[in-house]
């Protein structure tokens, strides 16, 4: 058999999100406040954030929560997405580990964050609000909710990160076909692009910059919310319609996964298919399942950040989160795999990876683009460079089953197609990639000079 794929009947998509915190033994640490250094109330999130998503940022008592009709109304547009096992790859890898793959490139995007954009335009639009901020690095983050936007009837302010603003057109193109209004970052438009660009005239900006500009438009803005894409706990929430389709699918196969793979950015598709899994091994029913996050080398948050207080973007705008950070003025090389360029993990993943119920791996830009070439002359399609860093741990994973002759069976999460990538396949197929491994003294600085004081 070449593929097989498992697909669910509408009535069978997930009704709830599931939330790890109510069922976590060490809860993960609260947010601070950034002014009072109290603990984070939902309240607090308000002038930022929707309401719904802030209340469900700090809930940490409810393990479902519902999904709007509205909102899983758009899923049923493309969901449930295939879950495929991947013949032809074993194949190719001489492996006796059964490889599947949950296909969340095929949303109307090419990622999963449309799981996320969605519920969180439609929150804002009932809560009345008119007008959402973002930003977006490599695009994919914008053109989700530039299309989540255009559904619901919200006007989207997206600030791109200059760099893949001048060098990805196609994805600004995409965001401005959904009717969103994309601008540079730095931009002359707020104080702290300014300020950036007083002091560096030719900064190419970074996620952290767009972030601090998108809260600072968002709140000199009357009825404009802030919208962010991943890292935070209400939108890893939203992603485990991932898992929770991947465990029904998983069921129809007959077997269960032994090792779980996502790749890492800010952890919410990473999230998203790992904890409707890892509720197993909470309760107890289950153990053994390894859960990993592959990360790039270049960026290694989980592999050698450190645990601690630290913003969401540069400016310090955000509440300080508890999580494993390469601190926030960490300038991660400009590595094709745009959307794992953060410098932080989040607090869900931090405590999870503390306690032991996790692992990292860190990936380097040209192993993880060898896999995904291996995974498109195999399984056919293009994966996005982000998706290449979780097949290039599941293959690691196969062959060291190969080695020890083990039948296992490994789960990956393809986050998305790389149709708009191929620039950076054309840099890797003539050569021309570079792998990047920021050295100790550099985490060291960057951790120093981003202490909260
Ligand atoms: C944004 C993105 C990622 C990384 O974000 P997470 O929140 O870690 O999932 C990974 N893959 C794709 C295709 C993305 O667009």
């Keep these: 058999m070449r593929q097989k794929k498992f697909i669910l009947p509408e009535q069978e998509i997930p009704t709830q999100w599931y939330n790890i915190m109510a069922e976590m033994k060490n809860k993960p640490q609260p947010m601070l406040h950034p002014e009072t250094r109290q603990p984070i109330k939902a309240e607090d999130l308000y002038g930022i954030f929707g309401e719904e998503p802030s209340r469900q940022e700090v809930n940490m008592t409810d393990a479902w929560i519902d999904i709007p009709e509205a909102v899983r109304e758009q899923y049923t547009t493309y969901r449930s997405t295939p879950l495929v096992r991947a013949y032809a790859?074993?194949?190719?890898?001489?492996?006796?580990?059964?490889?599947?793959?949950?296909?969340?490139?095929?949303?109307?995007?090419?990622?999963?964050?449309?799981?996320?954009?969605?519920?969180?335009?439609?929150?804002?639009?009932?809560?009345?609000?008119?007008?959402?901020?973002?930003?977006?690095?490599?695009?994919?983050?914008?053109?989700?909710?530039?299309?989540?936007?255009?559904?619901?009837?919200?006007?989207?302010?997206?600030?791109?990160?200059?760099?893949?603003?001048?060098?990805?057109?196609?994805?600004?193109?995409?965001?401005?076909?959904?009717?969103?209004?994309?601008?540079?970052?730095?931009?002359?438009?707020?104080?702290?692009?300014?300020?950036?660009?007083?002091?560096?005239?030719?900064?190419?900006?970074?996620?952290?910059?767009?972030?601090?500009?998108?809260?600072?438009?968002?709140?000199?803005?009357?009825?404009?919310?802030?919208?962010?894409?991943?890292?935070?706990?209400?939108?890893?929430?939203?992603?485990?319609?991932?898992?929770?389709?991947?465990?029904?699918?998983?069921?129809?196969?007959?077997?269960?996964?032994?090792?779980?793979?996502?790749?890492?950015?800010?952890?919410?598709?990473?999230?998203?298919?790992?904890?409707?899994?890892?509720?197993?091994?909470?309760?107890?029913?289950?153990s053994g399942t390894r859960f990993i996050a592959a990360e790039p080398s270049s960026c290694p948050k989980l592999t050698r950040g450190k645990l601690t207080l630290d913003y969401g973007d540069e400016a310090g705008y955000t509440p300080l989160i508890p999580m494993r950070t390469l601190g926030h003025t960490f300038k991660p090389a400009n590595i094709h795999a745009g959307g794992l360029r953060f410098h932080g993990s989040g607090s869900i993943v931090s405590q999870l990876l503390e306690d032991g119920y996790m692992e990292a791996a860190d990936i380097s830009q040209s192993e993880a683009f060898k896999s995904g070439v291996l995974f498109a002359q195999?399984?056919?399609?293009?994966?996005?460079?982000?998706?290449?860093?979780?097949?290039?741990?599941?293959?690691?994973?196969?062959?060291?089953?190969?080695?020890?002759?083990?039948?296992?069976?490994?789960?990956?999460?393809?986050?998305?197609?790389?149709?708009?990538?191929m620039a950076a396949y054309d840099q890797y197929l003539t050569g021309d990639l570079v792998d990047y491994s920021p050295s100790e003294e550099t985490i060291c600085e960057s951790l120093q000079s981003s202490v909260i004081k």
């Design 89 to 286: 790859l074993e194949k190719a890898l001489d492996t006796p580990a059964h490889i599947y793959f949950k296909n969340e490139s095929v949303s109307p995007v090419g990622s999963h964050k449309l799981n996320s954009a969605l519920p969180q335009a439609y929150y804002n639009k009932i809560e009345g609000t008119t007008n959402i901020t973002t930003e977006t690095g490599a695009g994919q983050w914008g053109s989700a909710l530039a299309y989540a936007c255009k559904v619901f009837g919200l006007e989207l302010a997206v600030y791109m990160v200059k760099i893949s603003f001048e060098q990805k057109p196609y994805r600004r193109s995409l965001m401005q076909t959904w009717g969103a209004q994309v601008t540079p970052s730095p931009s002359m438009s707020t104080n702290i692009g300014r300020k950036i660009i007083t002091e560096d005239p030719f900064s190419n900006g970074s996620l952290g910059t767009a972030i601090s500009e998108a809260i600072e438009l968002a709140q000199r803005t009357p009825n404009c919310k802030y919208a962010l894409g991943s890292v935070l706990n209400h939108v890893t929430l939203h992603q485990t319609v991932i898992g929770l389709e991947a465990e029904k699918q998983m069921a129809m196969t007959g077997e269960y996964p032994d090792i779980i793979i996502g790749c890492f950015g800010g952890g919410s598709n990473f999230g998203g298919i790992s904890f409707p899994f890892m509720r197993h091994i909470l309760s107890g029913e289950r």
């Design 378 to 421: 195999t399984e056919g399609i293009v994966p996005a460079p982000e998706s290449n860093h979780a097949i290039a741990a599941a293959i690691r994973e196969a062959l060291v089953a190969k080695e020890e002759g083990k039948e296992r069976v490994i789960l990956f999460n393809l986050s998305g197609h790389g149709f708009v990538d």
